[in-house]
């Protein structure tokens, strides 16, 4: 069994805590650059230096250009990239998890890997989403029937509060402009929401792709934990931008969510609640003290054991050590 290196006491990734960085950064028509632990963009106007370690998710818009140093230093920092294209927002890659600890990781593939807890964490999301409601004893079927019924509801009051007609959720994947202005809203809100999401969960060092409400894509648990904050955040403010103006809607959608984000704290909120859904009620503080270094072995009875010592014992080898 080889050693794993211990990393370096101080690096960039170390500073800011997911929970305590900015939701994100939109960025277009500039050149994406590194000076030492920062990232600069540059455009005509000169050029603006933005710390890197305090980026949750960094949305590169139309014309922009980044260098290898600068994605060098966001992956080193945990930030996640998104690619952001007129036709709306995709994710494209993301850096390395901030925590050093696999205790959230394991804790996720343990609810999942089993149905009927798989359906419990199901369940407390639909109890995070609406908290007037009881899911308890609900099958999939239910939930996704309830869940449809007050996202409706959601719409409708939306609509009725900023007096906005609605006529449906629209949306053609690829074409943007498709849709009315508040869909065109809905839309820049829900992608910018699955990127905050995604920066989030991989920072924590889950996996995107192990959903319990969503399945079979690679962001399945990324858009489990997005839609914890729809009916809340997202739709309410689309519905808002949208009755100000229909123009420039997308990028107008962005500013005010970054800004709700900041005001609610959502980010904070996220990583509470995913910890509440996959680990065991009084574990989420402990597993966060203890994000460390620390490797062991598996054995039987599921007990640990340190890493680097050969087991075989000192009758066989001269020394313990690998």
């Given amino acids: 069994m080889t050693t794993v290196s211990r990393r370096p006491g101080l690096t960039p990734r170390h500073l800011t805590r997911t929970a ?19 990232i600069t963009a540059t455009d005509a106007e000169g050029t603006t230096h933005i710390p890197s370690a305090t980026i949750g998710t960094l949305l590169l818009g139309p014309g ?24 709306g927002v995709r994710y494209y890659a993301s850096g390395r998890a901030l925590s050093r600890s696999s205790t959230l990781a394991e804790a996720q593939a343990r609810q999942w890997a089993n149905p009927r807890s798989r ?33 409706k509801d959601c719409y409708r009051a939306a609509a009725t509060r900023t007096g906005i007609p609605w006529r449906g959720r629209r949306y053609v994947p690829g074409d943007f402009t498709s849709g009315d202005a508040v869909n065109q809203a809905i ?43 729809k009916t809340e955040i997202g739709i309410p403010l689309a519905f808002e931008v949208a009755a100000q103006d229909e123009e420039d809607v997308g990028s107008r959608t962005r500013r005010a969510l970054r800004d709700r984000i900041n005001e609610t704290s959502l980010l904070n ?18 597993a966060t003290e203890a994000d460390g270094d620390s490797v062991t072995l598996q054995t039987d009875g599921g007990h640990q054991i340190p890493s680097g010592i050969n087991h075989a014992g000192p009758d066989d080898y001269e020394d313990g050590l690998w």
């Fill in 20 to 38: 305590e960085r900015l939701s994100f950064i939109y960025l277009e028509r500039c050149t994406v650059h590194r000076d030492a632990n920062a």
């Fill in 64 to 87: 922009t250009r980044v260098t290898h140093q600068a994605m060098s230093v966001l992956g080193e920092t945990g930030a996640a990239v998104c690619w952001v294209g007129e036709q």
């Fill in 119 to 151: 359906l419990a964490v199901a369940r407390a999301m639909y109890r995070l989403r609406f908290p007037d409601e009881d899911p308890a004893g609900l099958t999939r079927q239910e939930l996704l029937g309830r869940e449809g019924r007050r996202v």
């Fill in 187 to 229: 839309t820049a809100a829900a992608q910018c929401m699955y990127g905050i999401a995604h920066a989030v969960v991989t920072s924590l060092g889950c996996s995107p792709a192990l959903g319990f409400v969503h399945s079979g894509h690679e962001l399945s648990f990324v858009l489990d934990v997005a839609d914890l904050y």
């Fill in 269 to 286: 909120r996220c990583v509470d609640d995913i910890k509440g859904l996959l680990l065991p009620e009084g574990e989420a503080t402990a």
